[in-house]
């Protein structure tokens, strides 16, 4: 195989990195990378398992002298999101990366880079190797978990009743200089009610609601961005007020974990009431401007004339619209541990009207098992009480909580502060990560993560610093040692 990072530092590491990116490894195609991580482990004359689900633990013993303590474990996910230009050529199940070196920049030529998390990956067979024959370093485990991009699915199936450690490094992470504090879980919860039809009568209009911003319901839940699919619900329990009414069909959102940017409701009104209930929409419609002028300030709703040849019960109507109204959305607890992150969050993204049934979606998040729990239940007594039904409840993906007594970030800060002059940062994520997994798994687990600077992961602009890698590189070492003192 021919190399094209060359005179560079950390070498096996850098050796390591092409090695997996000349092995096509996206999500659900773990094989191949798992078992040359196995095998390599092997010749190396490590304790090393494969499971089913392609994750892949080592073991490698502490430098003489310091069998006695405790293990620490490294973790990294294999799979890559496989994207690439619409013009390059790149068959992702049979084609290796090609890599290209700009400067201390690594990219690949028209393709993601798999840096996320190639870049983990290589600095632990590079330490399960002999890179670590060189400086002190108690036990240490390393797992290399598969399908993290698709939801975390080979964390989740990971056995780890041979994993001792109760310090973990996790190295899915970056930019240098920034550590993750902790993750928050998640649960989806879809409510449901049962469609009864009956033929159309009165007037219909069709209510849109467009505008907004929408966005990642993790990372702009505190924006207090608009949601569409609420906004509906605000719309039709006001209409509710001032008219009787039908719903047709009410729709929202795309995506569980976005902020609905757009809602649409075909219903009809008993004849001579279509200018109380325009009247009623434009009132709201006036409310949200001014109430989102700082945060969604595009808001729009729009009242048009249509058809319908079919409604939905008086009951259903009135079961959707109070639900919409009424379940829970957007942050519901701040924490006051960690400045500016939510505790817990709802976010309703998607409403639908099928032929037999009109659900609605919502995705919680929460760092606490328990304040999840409790809105889960929530959202389904509130459900319930509209007279919804659940129709899907998804399971619990961990959380890893932010841990006040945790010794490692205090010894990584030191660390960090001793070599570079600088103060690390300290970065807590609403969103989901493999850690939250650990967190449940390894009862007491101690955090930190560390990694280099890249960018523009999942796009085919993905890039890697190198220097950054180097000097990353070299802290985990020191790390290391400075756990054996
Ligand atoms: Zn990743």
């Known amino acids: 195989m021919k190399y094209v990072i060359t005179g560079r530092e950390p070498k096996l590491a850098l050796k390591y990195f092409e090695d997996i990116a000349a092995i096509p490894h996206g999500s659900y195609n773990e094989k191949a990378v798992a078992e040359f991580i196995k095998n390599r482990a092997e010749e190396l004359g490590l304790y090393a398992r494969m499971d089913r689900a392609n994750n892949v633990v080592v073991k490698k013993p502490a430098t003489l002298g310091y069998e006695h303590l405790p293990a620490v474990l490294l973790q990294a996910h294999t799979d890559m999101v496989n994207e690439k230009n619409k013009d390059t050529v790149h068959d992702f199940e049979k084609d290796g990366l090609e890599l290209i070196v700009e400067g201390n920049i690594l990219r690949a030529n028209g393709t993601t880079l798999g840096a996320d998390d190639g870049k983990g990956v290589a600095y632990m067979l590079a330490l399960m190797d002999e890179d670590s024959d060189k400086f002190p370093h108690p036990p240490l485990e390393f797992a290399f978990t598969s399908m993290e991009e698709v939801g975390l699915i080979g964390a989740m199936k990971l056995d780890c009743s041979d994993i001792t450690a109760r310090k973990l490094i996790g190295l899915d992470a970056g930019p240098e200089g920034v550590i993750c504090t902790t993750s928050a879980g998640a649960q989806e919860i879809i409510v449901a009610c049962d469609t009864q039809w009956e033929d159309a009568r009165g007037e219909a209009v069709k209510i849109t609601v467009d505008g907004l911003l929408g966005g990642h319901s993790a990372m702009n839940i505190t924006d207090e961005k608009g949601n569409a699919n609420k906004i509906m619900g605000r719309i039709l329990h006001n209409v509710a007020k001032v008219c009787d009414f039908r719903i047709c069909n009410v729709t929202g959102g795309m995506m569980f974990n976005a902020i609905p940017r757009e809602a649409e409701a075909v219903i009809t009104v008993v004849d001579g009431n279509k200018d109380a209930a325009v009247e009623m929409i434009n009132t709201v419609f006036e409310q949200l401007k001014t109430e989102l002028k700082a945060s969604d300030a595009g ?134 990560l493999e850690l939250g997994v650990f967190s449940e798994k390894l009862p007491g687990v101690d955090i930190v993560t560390l990694g280099c600077t890249s960018g523009n992961e999942h796009t085919v602009t993905e890039w890697m610093d190198l220097d950054s890698y180097e000097r990353v590189y070299e802290f985990i070492k020191e790390l290391l040692t400075e756990l054996t003192k």
């Open 299 to 432: 808001v729009n709703v729009q009242v048009s004339d249509c058809t319908a040849d079919r409604i939905l019960s008086a009951t259903v109507t009135k079961t959707v619209t109070e639900a919409l109204y009424t379940i829970p959305n957007g942050v519901r607890m701040m924490s006051k541990e960690v400045e500016g992150l939510p505790v817990t969050s709802t976010n309703m993204g998607v409403v639908k009207t099928l032929e037999d049934k009109i659900t609605i979606n919502t995705m919680l998040r929460s760092s606490s098992r328990s304040v999840n729990d409790d809105y889960v239940d929530n959202i389904i007594t509130v459900a319930q009480l509209c007279g919804m039904y659940v129709d899907y409840k998804g399971d619990w993906m961990p959380a890893w909580p932010y841990m006040a007594e945790s010794e490692l970030r205090p010894l990584v800060k030191r660390l960090y502060n001793e070599k570079t002059g600088g103060e690390i940062k300290e970065f807590a994520v609403h969103g989901g």
